[in-house]
């Protein structure tokens, strides 16, 4: 009899021994799994607590076979079966907190990374967003000038347009101190532009783009009347009952002084005059280059001084 309670009471030792290995392996791998070293001491204190009163009732039960009195050894055999089953409860209920334990941190641990992940999804949206608006403010303010790649000259005099990107190239046309160009393309150190009907290429480093362009043209814009019939009368008052001053060929652009009612008042030669705003289309632009002929006989074409006709000062050789 002694010698089965034993026998018995060693393999339900085992069992308790073989639970607190399980126990302490599943706490270790927890460990391993959570950087936060408290969830582990906890995991660990609770399976101690569990495990600790179901073995002091195997004890009871060993003391009992030892003093080979019949009575406390049954007392004994069922301390250890119940303090086995404690154990075994006990086993089980600490592993199941700990797997609890462990899930809980793991689904907390996604919820952030998704967090995290929608977050900078949100940041990366943001800024294409942020970019496109820049890009699209950018091309409507070059469409406001009428270009969609906006070049502006900035030189004292003219910039020389030439037929090619090369001082030798013969020239073209020529581009007033703040003259707008749509930017075609660029060979080195030359720019290849189109500005009114002149097209060409003109020394790099004096022109203007991107931001800077645009600022330079908010400056200079210009608010001018192209006029839209064969040939316009240009009076000295805003009726048709006063003098003719001159004519103007359509095409023409005129810098634009006031829009009235019916009237617009232009420069003229320096001085001013009145052209019907049935026959011209008012708009906002920058001066164009001119090609030589324009250069050459534009004057004795019309006597206004447009933006088609100006009297140039020294060029800018490049």
Do not use: F
């Not at 906006?150 to 037929?163: H, Q």
Request: hydrophobic share 40%.
């Amino acid at each position: 009899m002694e010698s089965h309670m034993k026998a018995r009471l060693a393999r339900i030792a085992g069992l308790v021994l073989a639970g607190t290995l399980v126990v302490s392996t599943a706490a270790i791998d927890q460990k391993s799994k959570n950087t936060d070293a408290d969830t582990s001491a906890t995991v660990a204190s609770g399976v101690t607590s569990a495990l600790s009163g179901s073995l002091s009732d195997a004890a009871m039960g060993v003391a009992g076979v030892s003093g080979m009195d019949v009575a406390r050894t049954a007392q004994g055999q069922e301390a250890v079966e119940e303090g086995t089953e404690s154990a075994e409860a006990g086993v089980d209920a600490s592993t199941s907190s700990a797997a609890a334990g462990v899930s809980a941190e793991l689904a907390d641990a996604a919820t952030v990374a998704s967090q995290a992940q929608d977050e900078l999804t949100e940041t990366e949206s943001t800024e294409e967003q942020t970019e496109s608006t820049e890009q699209d403010a950018a091309q409507q303010a070059a469409s406001a000038y009428g270009y969609t790649n906006l070049g502006v000259a900035n030189v004292e005099g003219n910039l020389n347009v030439r037929a090619a990107a090369g001082t030798d190239a013969d020239v073209v046309g020529k581009m007033p101190n703040n003259a707008g160009c749509e930017i075609l393309g660029v060979e080195g150190e030359w720019t290849q532009i189109k500005s009114g009907s002149v097209e060409g290429y003109v020394k790099s480093e004096y022109l203007l783009t991107g931001d800077a362009a645009l600022a330079r043209a908010d400056e200079v814009k210009q608010t001018l009347a192209t006029v839209t019939t064969t040939t316009l009368y240009v009076r000295e008052q805003p009726n048709t009952d006063c003098a003719v001053v001159t004519m103007m060929p359509q095409g023409e652009e005129l810098e634009v002084l006031e829009v009235l009612d019916g009237w617009v008042k232009i420069n003229v030669d320096s001085d001013e005059g009145y052209v019907s705003s049935d026959y011209v289309e008012i708009s906002t632009e920058l001066l164009k280059a001119m090609t030589m002929t324009e250069i050459r006989y534009g004057q004795g074409v019309s006597d206004a001084v447009s933006y088609t006709h100006l009297t140039l000062p020294t060029n800018r050789e490049v």
